[in-house]
């Protein structure tokens, strides 16, 4: 069931139609964001665990590898984060305008 379905049983705005479209707008953005934070996570798992074999201390060392996976993981899932975020935004513009017809 999505979010215009659920706004649309209720006749009027209350506080717990606010609170279900702010927890759905918390929950797509976690959603979203988890397969970059990830990716993130996973190369700083490998990098570190390569600085400590090799014994190699140096700071910057992570973050091109980091920024270079995070890049190409957004441009990878980009498609499906546009998606996600644009039906999301399309339920609350048709919940809105079926609100206001209301």
């Not at 929950?27 to 390569?50: C, D, E, K, R, Y």
């Not at 973050?63 to 546009?82: E, L, N, Q, S």
Request: proline share 2%; aromatic share 8%; net charge neutral.
């Amino acid at each position: 069931m999505n979010l215009s379905n659920r706004i649309i049983c209720e006749a009027d705005v209350t506080d717990v139609t606010v609170i279900q479209i702010l927890r759905e707008a918390m929950m797509i953005t976690l959603i979203v964001s988890a397969p970059i934070m990830a990716v993130g996570m996973v190369v700083g798992l490998v990098v570190s665990i390569f600085q400590t074999t090799t014994s190699i201390q140096e700071q910057t060392l992570t973050f091109v590898p980091k920024i270079v996976a995070i890049f190409g993981a957004t441009i990878f899932f980009a498609a499906w984060m546009i998606h996600m975020v644009v039906n999301y935004t399309r339920g609350v513009f048709m919940a809105i305008s079926k609100i206001g017809l209301g």
